[in-house]
């Protein structure tokens, strides 16, 4: 069974960074697509970036190009996978909870198949 766990958010101020970690189990990651989702307060979830099963393709959303970096490890002997995101010169508008997800690399929620549970960012001004 596939499990998400994220982890490495916190509190910092506006230019500061954070590394967001997600440690997934389960052999069958490895072949998947995974991605950052956040939500706002009274927001609905929205897409953040995704990578590609072998950690070639990526896309993000335009809001956070050139400031975030996202990264996997494979590690198939183990069945074990870390997808990372690497956030920088960070806003007061990207608080939120940010969660990770498996099944594909696409800004459409509906395509993944495995969340985590999530975990808070704040940015104070």
């Known amino acids: 069974q596939v499990q998400l766990i994220e982890s490495g958010g916190g509190l910092v101020q506006a230019g500061g960074s954070l590394r967001l970690s997600c440690a997934g189990s389960?052999?069958?990651?490895?072949?998947?697509?995974m991605g950052w989702f956040r939500q706002a307060p009274g927001k609905e979830r929205e897409f953040v970036a995704c990578?590609?099963?072998?950690?070639?393709?990526?896309?993000?959303?335009?809001s956070v190009k050139g400031r975030f970096t996202i990264s996997r490890d494979n590690d198939r002997d183990n069945a074990k996978n870390m997808l990372y995101l690497q956030m920088n010169n960070l806003k007061p508008e990207d608080t939120a909870v940010y969660y990770c997800?498996?099944?594909?690399?696409?800004?459409?929620?509906?395509?993944?198949?495995?969340w985590g549970q999530g975990t808070q960012v704040t940015v104070s001004s």
């Open positions: 997800a498996a099944g594909g690399c696409t800004s459409i929620p509906e395509v993944y198949t495995t």
């Open positions: 389960g052999r069958t990651l490895s072949s998947y697509g």
């Open positions: 990578v590609g099963f072998d950690g070639i393709l990526k896309n993000y959303e335009a």
